[in-house]
């Protein structure tokens, strides 16, 4: 599991995403440095992006949220920018972060039906 650090990768984008869309969307949840839509794609097809924030606790609470960009639940994992750009697959299995977009689903699901 990658620590937690003020980069995001980002996955389950729209195609034709635009970065400007993308720090639109994330820019609620702190000051955004910087936003890259990457030419590899989620092991779904989707495209992916990073996105860097000015400071950790901006990055956590985006990691923590369930993120909606147009129909699509966007899978947030913290990035390590140490790794190579072509090799962004989060450090935890496929079941580990589906396990942990579930929990993040099912809490967001309660907060709003609360």
Do not use: C
Not at 16 to 40: A, D, H, M, P, S
Not at 63 to 86: M, T
């Amino acid at each position: 599991m990658v620590r937690e650090t003020r980069h995001l990768w980002v996955g389950n984008l729209p195609d034709n995403i635009r970065e400007e869309k993308v720090k639109e969307q994330f820019k609620r949840y702190g000051r955004v440095e910087n936003v890259k839509i990457l030419t590899k794609r989620d092991s779904d097809g989707s495209p992916t992006a990073l996105v860097d924030f000015l400071d950790i606790n901006a990055a956590t609470k985006a990691h923590d949220a369930v993120i909606k960009l147009g129909d699509r639940d966007l899978r947030i994992e913290y990035n390590n920018p140490d790794r190579s750009p072509n090799s962004l697959i989060p450090d935890e299995s496929t079941a580990a972060r589906h396990r942990d977009y579930e929990s993040r689903h099912a809490r967001y699901e309660r907060r709003s039906e609360g």
